[in-house]
Structure formats: structure tokens, C-alpha cells
């Protein structure tokens, strides 16, 4: 359809192509053009038995569907891995109890392909990587004794082996495995959890030259283990291991950082003690217990960070074999290894907003290797809108690739969908409007999801007091929500046949069925000809749904009636209906 563009829309552009002769321009290499995960096959290398430690990497279709894509060889026990802000390059960090670790970037190419690009050797195993920015990591180098964070500049222009130099560090504690960098602010948390003595949170300050500074330390109890932060950063929950069966939650300062114990922390959980913690952008808090094997959600309370326990849960199906948790978009990933009875590999879940877990496909695991562990994953749609160059910040920079996307020449193809502002599946000069707007004020707009019904890009506000949906977060794409199920027809209640083409008559349909949504399209359908509308139609609920047709004139032929929601999800009628004359 070609959108007519009105005198308004195109005096943006006039502002837009002023700023693009005066816009200081950047040298961007690939990302992944498709959704993408990676994962660290943590093995040591072994040809005599087959065995190479490597990087997988996948791509994952709308449905959550993995397709491998390549395997790439690293040092032995690659463990931790990070994408930095553009997606562009991908750190992998060993863990083989080691005194010196190799730290290895790689390039991420647009098929989500990996290229070796640079490598560094490191003081202890790097348990966490985090990417300030595309020329800033955050590294934990743990040692049991005396673990610290550093922090490395990348620099794509420096020959080897200078291209990744160490800047500064910062002692963490006795034994560190874990960070989280706060989403907006130049803070980083860490946990230390010794073996005997007092456990605590950290967090230190990351300057504009990478140096650190300790800005809080608390005493925590009694274990500090795996933390994750909420996706506006407002809250952060520790996991507290052998010692407690609980969650440990902290408010944070938005200016400075410095965390608070929440009022009503810790939140106790009926699996056992906690190892484990990711958090959704739809705000549900999802938990591994290592002592029972079981993974479990819980809804975060976006009034005051009260974690709800949600009742679902489910057991990954053995002892011992647990790797980790990841969340993507609306799935949850669980790595796990091999028992005798059970095979190594990725599970797959729907991760609802009210907390459900429901399994993909046949529940079997997607081979990923002999002992998948930790992974990450790249959504070019889950970047802010506006920011076309993906850097994490919507600013001049993001005209350049704006304008080229617009005129038919893209700089990378993924600037196609991201220059998709207001999401109507084209980019063109309604887009220009929402970009604009989006440069000169920060986003307010966010996923609506709905239980029978599209998911919608609207204000918080909107979205629950207007529209009744469940708001996923300022700046959080549709992808988010939960996929809408797919209509079925159970049966369809009508007068008998004949259906007379030649006699001006009504005839009335009720459809029995599930998930119709409230703007149901009905109608009658063939191969060949054109549909047939009805006259009227109401959706009475979810599982029925009345029409009227006439068919005087339509074309004889055998037809189907099929039902479609607004999201385009169609199920036709298990019976035909022959319309013909009957004179």
C-alpha cells in the first residue's frame, strides 16, 4: 500500500538533511542482520576424542526457533561471553583454573557468523564480561583468594597484540564470580562469596578514562551469589545460594547508584536455595534452585520491587547437570549438560507475563554441543527506537544511516528495520516524524501486549488505563510479549444447505471455537475467487462468534469460512459449503 505523506511529515525531513551535511559520521561494521544466540561449549579441547572447545552460534526465528549457523574454536573451557552495545563484537573469557586466561574478541558478521579478531591474555579466569560501550570491557578475573574487576580499552585500529590494554582494577573480594553493570549509569556490582568470613555487594564507579573507584560496599547474608538488575535499573535481586532460601532485593539510587535492602527483602522461595537469576523486560523474575533442580518465576512489583512468587515452576530432569538461564525476548533458555539418561543441550520455554513456562516444540533439547554453558543473544529489534546505529544512544549519529535507509541505501541492511520508527513495515517518510521526536526527547513508548489482540507501541499510561493491556516497559519492542494463540474452530452451527447464489436470502453462521479475538474478521473463502464479506458479524466471546451472509451473486464454487485475528493468525472451518443456484 503506498502511504500518502502529508505537507506536516515532510517538514522534518528539511531539518533532518540540514543536520546531515554537519553530523560527524562513524565506521560501523557488521551485526547480526537476524536475531541471533551464542553459546560456549565448555569442554577442553581433545582431537584424539573428538572434542574442540568452541562458540556456537544460532539464529532464532519469531517462533524461538534455533538454526544453527557456525561453530568456532577457542582456547579450552571457554565459559563467559558478551555482545557489546552494537552487537558488532562478541568477548569470550576461559575459565580453566588457570593462573593466565585467554580473553578472545571476535566480529560478528550479518549472518551471525563469527570472525577471530583479536586475543589477550589475562591474569585469572574472567567469570563475567560486561561492555561499557564498544571500546570499554568490564571483566572479573576470579581467583579463589583474590578476585578483582578490570577494565580493558578495545581498539579495532591498534595492531596486535595492542588492541585490548589493560586500564585499570579493582579488588572485589575473596572469591567473585559474578557482575551486573547498572543499564544507565557507570556503576558495576559485584558479590564476593568466601568460602569463611563475611560475604558482601560491592559497586564501583567506571570513569570517562575507564578507571574504578569503590563507591559502596555491604554486608550481605549469608552468601552472595548470581544478581541481575531490572531493565530500568531501579531494582536489583541477589540470589544468596546454600545459606538461605531466599532473594535478596535492593533498591538503587538513580543518581548515584548506591543500593538500599528493599523493605520487605529477602523474598523466600519454596525450591530450595537459590544459584541463579535473570529478569525480564516485562518484569518477571525467573530463579534456578541447584539443589532441587527446579526453575521457578516470580513477578516483580513495579510500585516497589516486592517480588510475588507466580506458582509456576517446573524440574530440568536430573541432578547436577544445570548450566545456566538466559532470557530472550519473550523465551527463556536453560543450558544443560548430559546425564545417562538425559541429553546436553538448550531447553526451550515461553516465558508469559503472569509467569508461566511453557515448552517449545517437543520439549527436546537443541544440540549444542557436548557441554553447553553460558549463553548471549542478539535482538536487533530490542534496540531503542531512533537508534539506527545501534550504540546505545539516539543522537546525530543515527542520521547518517536514517537518511541512507530511507533513500533505499542502507549502510547495513539491518538499518532497514530499525529505521521502521512507528513500526507500520515500512520505512519511508512516516518515519521521519517519530525520529525526529525520538532525537529530541527521550522515549515514552513502549510494548502493550494483549492476550487476544497485536501487541501496540503506546504510552504506559495508554496502554493500561485506555487500552487494558499489560505495559512491557518505556523503550521495550513487541517482541516481548507473549505470542497471541492462534484460533481454532471447534465446529460451525448453520441452516442446512442448499446456499442459494440466486435468491436473495440471509443465512446465519455461529462458529464454536477458541482464542477469538474481539476484532475477528469472518468470511468465505476459495482458492480462486474473491471472498465473500458478511453482511454482519459479532464476536459473542472468546469461543463464539456470529455472522450473516448473503450470497446472492457470488460466484458458485466450494468455499471454506475462515476467521481471522487482528495479528493475522487465520483458521478455516473444518467443512465446506457449496454455494451454487438453486433455481
Not at 503506498?2 to 515532510?10: D, F, I, L, N
Not at 560501523?28 to 572434542?51: C, H
Not at 472468546?542 to 471454506?560: E, H, K, L, N, R
Request: with cysteine.
Amino acid at each position: 500500500m503506498k502511504h500518502t505523506v502529508s505537507m506536516r511529515v515532510w517538514i522534518a525531513p528539511a531539518v533532518l538533511f540540514t543536520l546531515l551535511f554537519i553530523t560527524p559520521t562513524r565506521n560501523l561494521m557488521g551485526q547480526s542482520i537476524l536475531p541471533a544466540l551464542f553459546v560456549t561449549d565448555s569442554i577442553s579441547t581433545a582431537p584424539q576424542f573428538g572434542n574442540f572447545a568452541s562458540v556456537r552460534s544460532f539464529t532464532v526465528a519469531l517462533d524461538g526457533t534455533l538454526t544453527p549457523v557456525g561453530t568456532y574454536f577457542t582456547n579450552d573451557d571457554p565459559y563467559e561471553l558478551a555482545l557489546s552495545p552494537s552487537g558488532r563484537y562478541l568477548a569470550v573469557g576461559h575459565a580453566s583454573a588457570l593462573t593466565n586466561e585467554d580473553l578472545i574478541i571476535f566480529t560478528v558478521n550479518p549472518d551471525a557468523s563469527l570472525t577471530m579478531y583479536a586475543v589477550v591474555t589475562v591474569q585469572s579466569s574472567p567469570f563475567e564480561i560486561e561492555w561499557l560501550d564498544d571500546e570499554t570491557l568490564i571483566v572479573l578475573e576470579t581467583r579463589n583468594g583474590n578476585s578483582g574487576v578490570w577494565t580493558y580499552r578495545f581498539d579495532e585500529s591498534a595492531a596486535q597484540p595492542q588492541k585490548i590494554l589493560p586500564i585499570d582494577d579493582a579488588r572485589t573480594g575473596v572469591f567473585s564470580t559474578n557482575l551486573k553493570l547498572h543499564p544507565t549509569l557507570p556503576v558495576v556490582y559485584v558479590p564476593d562469596s568466601p568460602q569463611s568470613g563475611t560475604n558482601s555487594l560491592r559497586a564501583f564507579n567506571i570513569a570517562p578514562d575507564g578507571t574504578l573507584s569503590l563507591l559502596q560496599q555491604l554486608t550481605v547474608s549469608p552468601y552472595a551469589l548470581d544478581i541481575d538488575m531490572t531493565r530500568d535499573g531501579k531494582y536489583l535481586y541477589m540470589v544468596s545460594g546454600g545459606g538461605s532460601d531466599s532473594i535478596q532485593g535492593f533498591e538503587v539510587d538513580q543518581v548515584t547508584g548506591m543500593l538500599s535492602p528493599l523493605p520487605f527483602s529477602p523474598f523466600i522461595t519454596p525450591d530450595g536455595p537459590p544459584s541463579d537469576i535473570v529478569v525480564s523486560p516485562g518484569g518477571v523474575a525467573v530463579v534456578f534452585h541447584g539443589a532441587t533442580e527446579r526453575v521457578r518465576s516470580f513477578l516483580v512489583s513495579a510500585d516497589d520491587g516486592t517480588l510475588f512468587d507466580s506458582g509456576f515452576g517446573f524440574s530440568i530432569g536430573g541432578f547436577g547437570i544445570f548450566e545456566s538461564i538466559q532470557l530472550f525476548s519473550n523465551y527463556l533458555l536453560v543450558t544443560r549438560n548430559h546425564s545417562l539418561d538425559l541429553e546436553a543441550g538448550i531447553l526451550e520455554y515461553s516465558l508469559m507475563l503472569d509467569g508461566s513456562m511453557i515448552p517449545i516444540g517437543d520439549g527436546d533439547p537443541v544440540f549444542a554441543g557436548t557441554r553447553p554453558y553460558f549463553m548471549e543473544v542478539w535482538n536487533p529489534s530490542a534496540v531503542q527506537f531512533g537508534d539506527i546505529n545501534a550504540d546505545g544512544a539516539v543522537d546525530l549519529l543515527d542520521i547518517p544511516p536514517f537518511a541512507a535507509a530511507l533513500v533505499g541505501e542502507p549502510m547495513q541492511p539491518v538499518h532497514v528495520t530499525r529505521s521502521d520508527i512507528n513500526q507500520d513495515g515500512d520505512t519511508d517518510g512516516l518515519d521521519v516524524g517519530p525520529f525526529v521526536q525520538a532525537i529530541l526527547s527521550p522515549v515514552a513508548s513502549g510494548a502493550c501486549c494483549f492476550t487476544d489482540a497485536p501487541c501496540l507501541l503506546v504510552s504506559e499510561e495508554e496502554c493500561t488505563n485506555v487500552l487494558g493491556g499489560t505495559f512491557g516497559g518505556v523503550g521495550i519492542p513487541c517482541s516481548v510479549c507473549p505470542a497471541v494463540p492462534a484460533p481454532t474452530i471447534e465446529f460451525v452451527f448453520s441452516q442446512t444447505p442448499p446456499f442459494c447464489n440466486d435468491q436473495q436470502t440471509t443465512y446465519q453462521f455461529i462458529i464454536f471455537g477458541d482464542h477469538f479475538s474481539t476484532q475477528a474478521d469472518v468470511r468465505f473463502v476459495h482458492d480462486s475467487l474473491p471472498d465473500i464479506l458478511p453482511v454482519s458479524s459479532e464476536v459473542f466471546d472468546p469461543m463464539s462468534v456470529g455472522a450473516d451472509f448473503d450470497f446472492t451473486g457470488a460466484p458458485a464454487g466450494i468455499y471454506q469460512l475462515r476467521l481471522t485475528n487482528p495479528d493475522g493468525q487465520f483458521v478455516d472451518s473444518p467443512d465446506n459449503y457449496e454455494i451454487a443456484p438453486c433455481n
